[in-house]
């Protein structure tokens, strides 16, 4: 089983609040991944990590800004929710091979 | 940016019948991934090729990368009810950026 984990699982929360989404992993990876994805559909890269105090932004970042100052670690903050940002956040992470994926956390901007 | 083509996009079959994935990817792979995600699950990782032209099995599953390390592909030799879900191929540009395709959904009917 993989030690990587999100929270929350679910929120509800109003148009024009910040949030921030939390992702912990206990392997050690070196790289971390955010990506946003509708039920049964494409996996957006939203930003990712090679390391601590490296990010880089992928095809969604524009509304939202990541953190790496601890390996484990790697927050996802959205400035500004709106009703668009209604999806599902996958946080993963990966050494060389495999990419190990939290169980997500489910938003609706109301 | 980088973007990986992934079709079909839905593959519905006769249980025992063969299925096919493809995977386009404009520039360059450091490596491919295949993951298998379930209704209401998250990616779970099946297999990374690194070298061109490479071919792997894995009991009625074949995966292979193409000779520019551009393109793969994903085969399945008479499909069975448990093969059903959404299969996406995960293309690895510099050994960090990952970028999913747009998966394909299988269904199988008995």
């Known amino acids: 089983e993989a030690d990587i984990y999100q929270t929350p699982r679910y929120l509800v929360i109003g148009t024009g609040k910040k949030i921030t989404l939390e992702c912990s992993q206990t392997m050690g990876h070196d790289k971390m991944y955010w990506y946003q994805q509708d039920p049964g559909m494409e996996l957006h890269l939203i930003h990712y990590?090679?390391?601590?105090?490296?990010?880089e932004k992928g095809d969604l970042s524009s509304e939202s800004t990541v953190s790496r100052i601890r390996t484990e670690h790697f927050p996802l903050t959205l400035e500004s929710a709106r009703p668009s940002h209604t999806s599902q956040y996958l946080c993963?992470?990966?050494?060389?091979?495999?990419?190990?994926f939290g169980q997500g956390t489910r938003l609706t901007v109301v | 940016g980088q973007q990986v083509m992934q079709i079909p996009q839905y593959q519905h079959v006769q249980e025992g019948e063969d299925f096919t994935t493809y995977c386009n990817s404009s520039?360059?792979?450091?490596?491919i991934q295949w993951y298998k995600q379930r209704p209401g699950g998250h990616p779970v990782f099946l297999i990374q090729l690194v070298k061109s032209g490479e071919v792997k099995k894995q009991k009625r599953l074949t995966f292979q990368f193409g000779e520019a390390k551009k393109n793969s592909s994903l085969h399945i030799t008479a499909t069975q009810t448990t093969d059903v879900g959404t299969y996406f191929c995960?293309?690895?540009?510099?050994?960090?950026?990952?970028?999913f395709g747009a998966g394909t959904r299988l269904t199988v009917k008995p």
């Open positions: 990590s090679y390391g601590v105090n490296s990010t």
């Open positions: 520039t360059t792979l450091s490596n």
């Open positions: 993963a992470s990966r050494r060389w091979t495999e990419a190990f």
């Open positions: 995960a293309g690895v540009y510099n050994n960090n950026d990952m970028r």
